[in-house]
């Protein structure tokens, strides 16, 4: 009795230690498989870390996952892929996802902020799911997509596979990553962010609540942002709140329990507030490029060959290939121009240098008299202006008899003081002789070729008109030889004009002609235009003097009276006439001479009424085309730069 007493004794021993021994090997299974913990506490204002613990080993994200979903269906929204309205049809796949979720069928269609609502607020899994179909077709392309938003970051340290954070081989984060997540969500779609803040939103089918509630109602100033669970990774939440100028982002993974994970994260917010500095310069990280579906013709794959040594392991680079700035538009071509072929640049080229040649070798004074003096018929042609009149030779020493009321203009004696001219077989020698300088000066202008490339005469052309009864039309008159003259009534000379005369008719109102002598036989009216002396070595084209002087005819007792002059200019530069555009610079005159005579001819709609001018620059000679307004001169500078002509609009 005794041995069986001693074995009952014996056997219940062995049996309380077995039974310790079961539930040791019980319990230790239970502690290797409690989630790690990690914390990341940052300023939100400029990304300085504040307070981490694990911050960078890679745990289960969980529900965290849904940030970077809604991150992507916003950056899809915004690019166009999709809008807020959108039907999404469900699909067998998202409608079979495991709770949370909204509760949605195979088939069922509902609008994209439905489904957005439903992920950020009740963090529903079949919502999230969704919303992947919806933007790239499949879940798995979805989580690519997501993967590259990732990189572009700096969440070197996660990996995506699915869109709701259910656990996965291969889904893992840190509370690092998740924390510079939740900061791009605040900076980047600050429109989207009271999503995360809302208590509960109306998810189209249900009405939903959010999952962090009790965290937004008892910490002051928290508004956001996502919560996630799973038993592979325990209670995690990534929050954010402000107090004052502050911000403060928070993340937790691991938490052993709801009230124990919101205990730490507002024990960490604390700690965030306290060290984060009062005034700071706000630093937005920088926003990551567009994640969208990229075209196979701009992506580069080096694919690695068996045996192979230069190529790297299946490497795939991404060029981002959005257009940042729109080009200019190309000029649209108007209706009175064309492109300027090289066949019409060579042809004006040989027009230009043949004016010229003929410009350097003038006809003889007599051939070009004996061309215009065939007078047009009176009966077939009304009355016209003179163009061209040469006058007769000075009589003795006249003396002078009128002044010039304003100084010329520099252009003028510019052009009268031209160097190196040749003085032709009929001009004097005599400087001082006036008429004979007019004679001189309208004889070159009668030699100039009818062929030659000039620009359309100025509207400002004066004409001087004949008696009653007498008037015929007439090309070029030649002044008959006057009678010595006395010498207190000879006519004061001029630079500017030539000697013809005209007898008053008492009948008709006074007339205004250029310059008088004494009465002759048979007077002729005419016109004057002075242009200056050809030189016999190749130069450009001089602009014409823009000055030209009139007078009254008056008879010889009546010149000692005071008679005020009327001066009328060509191309007057008052007025607001006193701006210029420039086309360049050029080694030689003949250039710049030359480069306006093609552009004068080719703009013609807006440089009609300037001047063409070559000034001596120290770096060359500049090419202008001055006599033009501020709007005159800044719209040719426009219609120049549209035919790929630099040019540059000077003022006064």
């Not at 902020?113 to 799911?129: E, F, G, P, Q, V």
Request: with cysteine; hydrophobic share 40%; aromatic share 4%.
């Amino acid at each position: 009795m005794g041995r069986v007493s001693a074995c009952f004794g014996q056997c219940t021993r062995w049996t309380v230690w077995a039974v310790v021994l079961i539930v040791v090997q019980l319990a230790m299974p239970l502690a290797a498989l409690a989630a790690p913990y990690a914390d990341y506490v940052i300023d939100a204002r400029t990304g300085e870390v504040l307070h981490q613990e694990n911050a960078n080993t890679r745990l289960h994200p969980a529900s965290l996952t849904k940030m970077m979903t809604l991150y992507i269906a916003f950056e899809a929204i915004e690019h166009g892929e999709i809008t807020l309205d959108t039907k999404v049809t469900i699909s067998r796949h998202a409608a079979s996802q495991p709770p949370s979720k909204l509760g949605l069928r195979p088939g069922q269609q509902i609008a994209l902020r439905y489904l957005i609502r439903a992920a950020a607020i009740k963090s529903a899994n079949d919502a999230a799911t969704a919303i992947a179909e919806a933007i790239e077709g499949s879940e798995p392309a979805f989580a690519r997509r997501m993967n590259r938003m990732a990189k572009a970051m700096g969440m070197t340290r996660t990996n995506f596979v699915n869109a709701n954070g259910l656990t996965a081989k291969g889904h893992l984060s840190t509370a690092h990553d998740m924390t510079i997540l939740g900061r791009h969500l605040f900076y980047d779609y600050p429109q989207y962010y009271n999503l995360f803040s809302r208590t509960s939103a109306d998810a189209g089918i249900a009405r939903v609540y959010h999952t962090n509630r009790r965290f937004l109602a008892s910490y002051k100033g928290a508004d956001g942002i996502k919560t996630g669970y799973t038993s592979a990774a325990g209670f995690n939440l990534t929050a954010s709140a402000q107090r004052g100028s502050k911000r403060v982002i928070v993340t937790v993974f691991g938490g052993k329990s709801v009230a124990s994970r919101n205990a730490r994260v507002a024990e960490l917010m604390d700690l965030g507030f306290a060290r984060s500095p009062n005034r700071v310069a706000v630093q937005k990280p920088p926003r990551p490029p567009y994640s969208g579906k990229v075209d196979d013709d701009v992506m580069v794959v080096a694919e690695a060959r068996p045996g192979t040594k230069t190529l790297p392991a299946g490497k795939v680079i991404r060029l981002n290939t959005a257009v940042k700035v729109s080009p200019r538009p190309r000029p649209r071509p108007g209706p009175e121009t064309a492109p300027e072929t090289e066949e019409l640049l060579l042809a004006m080229q040989d027009t230009i240098e043949a004016v010229l040649t003929e410009a350097q070798d003038p006809p003889e004074p007599e051939e070009a008299l004996a061309r215009t003096e065939e007078p047009a018929e009176p009966e077939t042609l009304p009355a016209q202006t003179i163009e061209m009149a040469a006058a007769a030779p000075a009589t003795a020493d006249p003396e002078p008899g009128f002044i010039q009321e304003t100084a010329p203009q520099p252009e003028t004696l510019a052009a009268l003081a031209e160097p190196n001219a040749e003085i032709s077989p009929e001009t004097p020698e005599d400087p001082a002789d006036p008429v004979a300088q007019a004679v001189a000066l309208a004889l070159a202008d009668a030699k100039a070729p009818e062929s030659s490339l000039r620009p359309r005469p100025s509207p400002f052309r004066m004409a001087a008109q004949t008696a009653p009864g007498t008037e015929q039309p007439v090309e070029v008159a030649e002044a008959t030889k006057a009678a010595p003259a006395e010498p207190d009534t000879a006519p004061e000379p001029t630079t500017l004009a030539s000697a013809v005369t005209e007898e008053p008719d008492a009948s008709a109102p006074a007339e205004t002609v250029i310059a008088t002598i004494e009465p002759q036989a048979e007077p002729v009216a005419t016109e004057v235009r002075v242009q200056p002396i050809a030189p016999s070595r190749p130069a450009p084209l001089r602009i014409r003097p823009e000055q030209v002087v009139l007078v009254s005819s008056a008879s010889p007792a009546s010149r000692d009276q005071d008679v005020p002059l009327e001066v009328v200019t060509r191309v007057s530069t008052s007025g607001g006439r006193e701006w210029a555009v420039s086309v360049g610079r050029f080694p030689s005159s003949y250039e710049a001479e030359r480069r306006l005579l093609q552009i004068a001819l080719t703009e013609t709609a807006t440089l009609d009424e300037s001047l063409r001018k070559v000034v001596k620059r120290s770096g060359g000679y500049e090419a202008q085309f001055v006599g033009l307004t501020r709007d005159m001169a800044e719209l040719a500078c426009l219609r120049l730069q549209a035919r790929a002509v630099e040019c540059d609009v000077q003022g006064p």
